[in-house]
């Protein structure tokens, strides 16, 4: 079974400045799916960024980007410029891309990281 | 297209009492999921259905039950609440097949059993 390991519960960053998340995996398939989804105070799940394991580029969405490093299992987040809004909770999430059922495109989460934004 | 909904956004209930949480998606995905969220604990799979007509237990389904009531639906019933259920509850769904990703997610439901 795969898990996902996020470590830290807290995390603080000052407007406009830059932050990292960190999330491990630990799983034995070669080939998956890896999530950061943002949960804002409303509770809604958004999804920020994903990263197909079989590509080396890392995957950017704007002011977010992941350090994707296969061989450590390791999917870190990168805020830079923060803002006001990006404070949220932040899961790392893993799916496997082995074939196209409902049970291999479950979700495993992390416990999830609280990020604070100091104005 | 209003994604994923879910009904009650907000449900206190007594030990014992049973209750019927609802998900609809209007994206016509096969699959469907129900995940509890729990402080410290992420978000932990309950049930899922692959595709209309089968329903399989995820990762803490004692003490609930699921219909797949037809594509768009899943429904999540607690038979006999208990204070040990009390959280967040999310209702997701995706499309399946090459190029499908991403899970949609409904704005939860707050359940509080006292």
């Known amino acids: 079974a795969q898990t996902v390991t996020q470590s830290q519960p807290e995390m603080s960053v000052q407007e406009a400045e830059t932050v990292t998340l960190s999330c491990t995996y630990d799983t034995s398939e070669s080939d998956y799916y890896l999530f950061w989804y943002k949960q804002p105070p409303s ?12 590509k080396q580029q890392n995957a ?3 002011r977010f980007s992941v350090n994707f490093q296969k061989a450590a299992k390791s999917f870190s987040l990168k805020i830079s410029d923060s803002q006001l809004g990006d404070a949220a909770m932040y899961f790392c999430a893993y799916r496997s891309a082995w074939g196209y059922t409902g049970a291999n495109s479950k979700l495993t989460f992390g416990k999830g990281i609280t990020l604070s934004v100091r104005p | 297209n209003a994604g994923v909904t879910q009904t009650p956004k907000f449900q206190v209930l007594k030990t014992g009492q049973s209750m019927t949480l609802q998900c609809a998606q209007d994206m016509n995905h096969n699959s469907m999921y129900w995940y509890r969220q729990d402080p410290g604990m992420g978000l932990r799979l309950i049930y899922y259905s ?9 990762e803490v389904p004692n ?51 006292t």
């Open chain 1, 43 to 54: 509770r809604q799940m958004i999804l920020v960024i994903r990263q197909e394991a079989y």
């Open chain 2, 50 to 58: 692959a595709s209309e007509g089968t329903t399989d237990k995820g």
């Open chain 1, 60 to 62: 950017t969405e704007n």
């Open chain 2, 63 to 113: 003490g609930y039950n699921v219909s797949r009531l037809n594509k768009r639906e899943f429904s999540l019933r607690l038979e006999s609440a208990a204070p040990s259920q009390t959280s967040v509850y999310f209702c997701a769904s995706s499309s399946l097949g090459e190029g499908s990703y991403e899970q949609y997610f409904g704005p939860g439901t707050r359940l509080t059993v």
